[in-house]
């Protein structure tokens, strides 16, 4: 193992691209074979970034969501063609859009908008899939509304039963969006565990796998912990401190747990999760999380036909969309293998699991509004990871 380029290629990155901070970690079979912290901290740089720091993960968080579901779905509590409705049953009488238009952002439909009766439940799998019909609007008036009127404190399942009555984008299972469908999850979680998301996760996965550094509430010493977050310009490269315009429009509350961007945590910590995603379920501690036949559920892509197609709109060459990942199906343009599945975060982060070779990867920056991260970066680290493992 070579891993010299790899390491060039992220100290590279402030000078070609501005990014300030970035740590990666790779692990195989259990064992950390590579970790690369970069940069500083703070915005005047003169605090170095550290192990210790912690960037907020954004909808690198929906794989946490994922294996919750899926662990529930292994027990028979839950189960993936299960409509809503037997757990949320506020979503039982459901709005189309009468028109639909796939841009960014994809809005809810507002009122006086011309609306039909959903012809299709929304199922389970359908929410893990992005293929419900729901927006990723966490600005619409009527989430606004129920943060007012609680006074901030509306907590997950309240703020869902809103989602509830907001007209649906598309009829579901006819189409592919990115949306508020994980945070509706986190919910269901809380249904069928009689827990808060967050203590169902700290109980049965964090815990378990020995993670510490992982979130949904920080303050005081911990927020002092959080590695200063930058904002892209729009229409340019450049970057400057962030100014909350987007990072703070995914904590709808202060007690809303978003089960698709609400966590924060280590490098170190997210690492422990993707390696035991890799190793079939089973943590570095030797305790398991999910079973193998989960594992393969994640390996597989769902979306086909016009769904594939707006799933392509993303950008993620050689990828299908899956429960709640991308999955690759196509290695014409990847040195990883088919089945390799993972996600990222709206500041940069990237999660990359390899259930094949028992690899996994998790970077992490903290700039959101930066596409060049997507499109140039995260393939380029990938790619450099299993070069370095050829050698």
């Known amino acids: 193992m070579n891993f010299e380029k790899l390491t060039e290629y992220l100290d590279s990155l402030e000078e070609k691209y501005g990014i300030p901070a970035n740590d990666c970690k790779v692990t195989k079979e259990h064992e950390v074979i590579y970790r690369k912290v970069t940069g500083h901290a703070d915005y005047k740089k003169k605090v170095p970034l550290t192990a210790s720091h912690m960037f907020r993960l954004f909808s690198a968080t929906k794989l946490f969501t994922m294996t919750a579901v899926l662990q529930l779905v292994e027990q028979g509590k839950l189960g993936l063609y299960d409509n809503l409705t037997n757990y949320l049953p506020e979503f039982g009488c459901l709005f189309v859009a009468d028109k639909f238009e796939f841009k960014f952002p994809i809005h809810w439909p507002q009122a006086g908008e011309p609306c039909h009766l959903a012809h299709n439940q929304i199922r389970i799998i359908d929410l893990m899939t992005m293929t419900a019909g729901l927006s990723y609007d966490t600005g619409a008036a009527e989430l606004m509304a129920i943060?007012?009127?609680?006074?901030?404190?509306?907590?997950?399942?309240?703020?869902?039963?809103?989602?509830?009555?907001?007209?649906?984008?598309?009829?579901?299972?006819?189409?592919?969006?990115?949306?508020?469908?994980?945070?509706?999850?986190?919910?269901?979680?809380?249904v069928v565990s009689g827990t808060k998301f967050s203590v169902y996760?700290?109980?049965?996965?964090?815990?378990?796998?020995?993670?510490?550094?992982?979130?949904?509430?920080?303050?005081?010493?911990?927020?002092?912990?959080?590695?200063?977050?930058?904002?892209?310009?729009?229409?340019?490269?450049?970057?400057?401190?962030?100014?909350?315009?987007?990072?703070?429009?995914?904590?709808?509350?202060?007690?809303?747990?978003?089960?698709?961007?609400?966590?924060?945590?280590?490098?170190?910590?997210?690492?422990?999760?993707?390696?035991?995603?890799?190793?079939?379920?089973?943590?570095?501690?030797?305790?398991?999380?999910?079973?193998?036949?989960?594992?393969?559920?994640?390996?597989?892509?769902?979306?086909?036909?016009?769904?594939?197609?707006?799933?392509?709109?993303?950008?993620?060459?050689?990828?299908?969309?899956?429960?709640?990942?991308?999955?690759?199906?196509?290695?014409?343009?990847?040195k990883s293998p088919v089945g390799e599945f993972g996600w990222d975060g709206a500041a940069g982060a990237y999660v990359m699991?390899?259930?094949?070779?028992?690899?996994?990867?998790?970077?992490?920056?903290?700039?959101?509004?930066?596409?060049?991260?997507?499109?140039?970066?995260?393939?380029?680290?990938?790619?450099?990871v299993y070069e370095a493992l050829e050698k």
């Open 147 to 190: 943060k007012e009127k609680s006074n901030n404190q509306a907590g997950t399942r309240e703020v869902v039963a809103e989602m509830a009555k907001m007209p649906l984008i598309y009829e579901p299972q006819t189409r592919w969006s990115y949306s508020l469908g994980h945070d509706v999850l986190a919910a269901v979680v809380e």
């Open 201 to 334: 996760l700290k109980k049965n996965i964090f815990e378990p796998l020995g993670i510490k550094d992982m979130y949904f509430h920080w303050d005081g010493e911990l927020e002092k912990r959080i590695c200063a977050i930058y904002m892209g310009e729009f229409g340019s490269d450049k970057i400057r401190p962030d100014d909350g315009s987007m990072s703070d429009g995914f904590k709808i509350t202060e007690n809303y747990e978003s089960g698709g961007a609400g966590l924060a945590g280590t490098v170190d910590a997210y690492s422990l999760f993707a390696d035991a995603l890799c190793n079939g379920g089973v943590g570095v501690t030797g305790k398991r999380i999910l079973g193998e036949k989960m594992i393969r559920l994640f390996m597989t892509g769902y979306t086909t036909g016009i769904m594939q197609d707006d799933f392509v709109m993303t950008g993620k060459k050689g990828y299908r969309y899956g429960l709640g990942v991308r999955v690759l199906n196509d290695t014409a343009e990847s």
């Open 353 to 384: 699991i390899d259930p094949v070779n028992h690899i996994s990867i998790f970077y992490a920056q903290h700039i959101v509004g930066f596409p060049k991260v997507y499109s140039e970066i995260h393939p380029v680290i990938r790619d450099l």
